[in-house]
C-alpha cells in the first residue's frame, strides 16, 4: 500500500467519540517528524490537538508548535476576513463590505457560507507557496468534523458549483472541489472503534464521501482495539478459577470484536484496517499521541 505521504490533504474523521483527534494529532506529528512541513487544522471547535501535544492553543492563526508542525483553529468570523481579503484583494474594500453591519446580518443567511469560507482558509494554505516556488506546507492534516457534518463541509464546493452563478464565489468552489475530488492530492482516513455503532458510521461515511463527495477513503483506524491475550486453551485452564475465568473470558470477547470489527471494514472499504490498542495510561497527552504514532508507522509510511 502507498503511504499518506504520496498525498497532500489527510480528511480524518470518523463518529463523535472515536477518537479521530487524537489520530489526526499522532499523523501530523508523524509528518512532521518526516521532515514534512505539516499543518494540522481543526474547524471550528475547542482545541485538542496542541493540548494532547502539551503546546499552548494555536487558535485562529496558523501556530508553529514545534519544528515542520503548525497548527490551527479554523474559526468562522477570521476565515471571513481571509475569504473576503483574497477575493476582494483589498482591505479598504473588504472593511466596506464585509464589516458592514447590515451585510453581515445578510451574510448569515447565505447557505453554506460559512463552510465555504472555512473550508476555503483549509484549501488556500494547501496551495499557498513559499518565495521560492515550493508548498508552504508539504501535508495539510484536517481533523473533519464528525460523521454526519464532515459530508455536508466537504460537499459544499460540489453544491455550490451545481446551483450558484459563473462569479468569484463558483470559481473558488470548482478550485477547492477539484483538489478535494483528486485522488493524487487527498486521502480520507476513517476512524471506528470495535463496536457496531462506530463500524457502521464509518461505513456510511464511507459510502457517502465516494458517492457525494468523491474522496477516495485511504484507510481505516480501528481505535482502542483489544489484543487477544488469551486462547480458548486458556480459558478451558481458568475453569477451576472463577474470577481469573471471568476476567480472561471478557478480554477474550472483546478481542473477538476487534477482530469481527476490523473485518468488516477490510472487507467493506476494500482498503487496510490499521488497530490502535486500547492505552492505560494516567493521563492522556503526548506520551499516548507518541505511542498511537508508532502504531500508524505504515499508514503513513506505505509498509503494510
Not at 35 to 57: K, M, Y
Not at 73 to 85: I, N, S
Not at 267 to 283: D, G, K, M
Request: proline fraction near 6%; glycine fraction near 6%; charge should be neutral.
Amino acid at each position: 500500500m502507498a503511504g499518506l505521504l504520496d498525498k497532500r490533504l489527510w480528511v480524518v474523521s470518523g463518529k463523535g467519540g472515536v477518537g479521530k483527534s487524537t489520530v489526526a494529532a499522532a499523523l501530523a506529528l508523524r509528518s512532521a517528524r518526516a521532515g514534512r512541513r505539516t499543518l494540522v487544522c481543526e474547524v471550528n471547535t475547542q482545541e485538542r490537538i496542541s493540548r494532547f501535544l502539551e503546546h499552548p492553543a494555536a487558535g485562529p492563526e496558523v501556530t508553529l508548535l514545534e519544528e515542520n508542525l503548525w497548527a490551527v483553529d479554523v474559526r468562522p468570523q477570521e476565515a471571513m476576513r481571509e475569504y473576503g481579503l483574497m477575493v476582494l484583494r483589498f482591505e479598504a474594500l473588504y472593511k466596506t463590505v464585509f464589516e458592514n453591519r447590515l451585510v453581515r446580518y445578510f451574510l448569515r443567511f447565505i447557505p453554506s457560507l460559512q463552510e465555504l469560507v472555512l473550508l476555503g482558509k483549509i484549501m488556500y494554505h494547501l496551495q499557498e507557496k513559499l518565495p521560492d516556488g515550493r508548498w508552504r506546507f508539504d501535508t495539510i492534516v484536517l481533523d473533519a468534523p464528525a460523521t454526519g457534518h464532515a459530508i455536508s463541509f466537504l460537499s459544499v464546493p460540489h453544491v455550490l458549483v451545481q446551483t450558484v452563478p459563473q462569479g468569484p464565489m463558483s470559481r473558488e468552489a470548482q478550485k477547492m472541489r477539484d483538489l478535494l475530488v483528486d485522488p493524487s492530492v487527498t486521502a480520507a482516513v476513517l476512524v471506528a472503534l470495535p463496536e457496531e455503532m462506530p463500524v457502521n458510521e464509518a461505513l456510511e461515511l464511507h459510502a457517502a464521501l465516494k458517492d457525494k463527495v468523491h474522496i477516495r477513503t485511504h484507510a481505516a483506524v480501528l481505535n482502542q482495539s483489544i489484543p487477544e491475550r488469551f486462547t480458548e486453551a486458556d480459558l478451558e485452564a481458568l475453569v477451576g478459577h472463577p474470577e481469573l475465568h471471568r476476567v480472561a473470558q471478557a478480554n477474550h470477547d472483546r478481542a473477538s470484536l476487534t477482530v469481527l470489527a476490523g473485518t468488516k471494514l477490510e472487507r467493506n472499504l476494500h482498503a487496510p484496517v490499521f488497530t490502535v490498542p486500547r492505552l492505560y495510561l494516567p493521563t492522556f497527552g503526548r506520551d499516548a499521541i507518541e505511542q498511537v504514532m508508532g502504531h500508524l508507522e505504515a499508514l503513513v509510511m506505505g509498509e503494510k
